[in-house]
């Protein structure tokens, strides 16, 4: 069960390690956003344990992509799927808590809607989800995501209007990088190694561009409490 061989991408044409070898390696995007992230806000002379929390978090993600696309069985892709909606779980509390400085009721009532839409995405993610593969080639599980992303920059422009435009650059990055995720299958005839490692890419982009939100918010905070 566990070794099960799975194969959902174009780029993949055996059961061997490196059959995927543009949708494995791309996944040092992860770790370079990772990276990229902890590296401005360290510049700015910030050390904020929930930031770099989240930004290593990310560099996991990447991880768990390169197993999943190396490997290629039931468990490599149970490791790409949970860290992706643990980082939005994580992210989102965190976001709630330090960004909006929500009170703790408040937040356990979003945190309640954000677990059901992230079971919802975890179910969906699964391969032999008929329904999910025939309408956007397994991109359909992302969706909350984006609904969560998209809530996150409006709020983001009522309390902080000038960092929000980071967080609808993500959204919109977000929509793209899905739309070449749900192309890969239907673009095989015409290119062979398929879209789906331009989705890490593109990611990697969105996962930095969403902590860019949260480090500037944190720089924003740490500013006025020096005035």
Known sequence: MWTEHIDIYCERLDTSFW??????LTNISFIFASFMAIYIHRKNS?????????????????????????????????????????????FVFFSIRVVFQASWFKTIRIMIIVFICAYIGLFLSKTDNSIDEAILNGSLQYTPALFFMLVYSISLYFKRRTISKYGFLAVFVFFIS??????????????SIGTHFVWHILNALMLFLLLYTFHLSIKEDEHLQKV
Do not use: Q
Not at 66 to 78: G, I, M, P, R, V
Not at 182 to 187: A, H
């Open 19 to 24: 059959a995927e070898p543009l949708n494995a």
């Open 46 to 90: 910030l050390k904020n344990p929930i930031f770099l929390f989240l930004a290593f978090y990310v560099s996991l993600i990447g991880v768990g992509s390169f197993l999943f696309h190396t490997f290629a069985n039931t468990w490599s892709e149970l490791a790409d799927t949970i860290p992706i909606w643990t980082f939005v779980i994580f």
């Open 178 to 191: 899905l739309s070449f995720r749900t192309l890969d299958m239907y673009m095989c005839e015409n290119i």
